[in-house]
């Protein structure tokens, strides 16, 4: 279990995706350019399995905003959008109704 206060340290924000590509030499891996409002990054996820590159631009998705940034395949990766995924299937987690990108989840 964590506090409420463990939880408002997480900063969730809505993000469009601008591009999407399939990285070199990896079967599960996709690199996303996004629209975070006022600046653009890139994170790197495993979703390459359930998703085509060309069926994810301009989805709203949600995104860890303050998380560190790492280095997976030599790309750095700027955050970590959120998913479900049970035995068979993954899905993103999305907005039913268009939001401004960098909007902060509440």
């Known amino acids: 279990m964590i506090s409420i206060e463990d939880f ?15 990285i ?26 359930y998703y085509q590159p060309q069926d994810l631009i301009n989805k709203e ?4 905003y303050n998380l560190e940034p790492r280095t997976i395949k030599g ?6 959008l959120l998913a479900a995924k049970d035995e068979n299937n993954l899905g993103l987690l ?9 909007t902060k989840i509440s």
């Open 8 to 22: 408002k340290n997480i900063d969730l924000r809505v993000a469009k995706i601008l591009e999407a590509e399939k």
């Open 24 to 49: 070199e030499n990896s079967d599960n891996l996709l690199k996303l350019t996004l629209d975070l409002g006022t600046e653009t990054r890139q994170i790197i996820s495993g979703i390459a399995q």
């Open 61 to 64: 998705i949600v995104v860890v």
């Open 75 to 80: 790309i750095e990766s700027q955050g970590m």
């Open 94 to 102: 999305t907005l039913d109704k268009e939001i401004k990108p960098g």
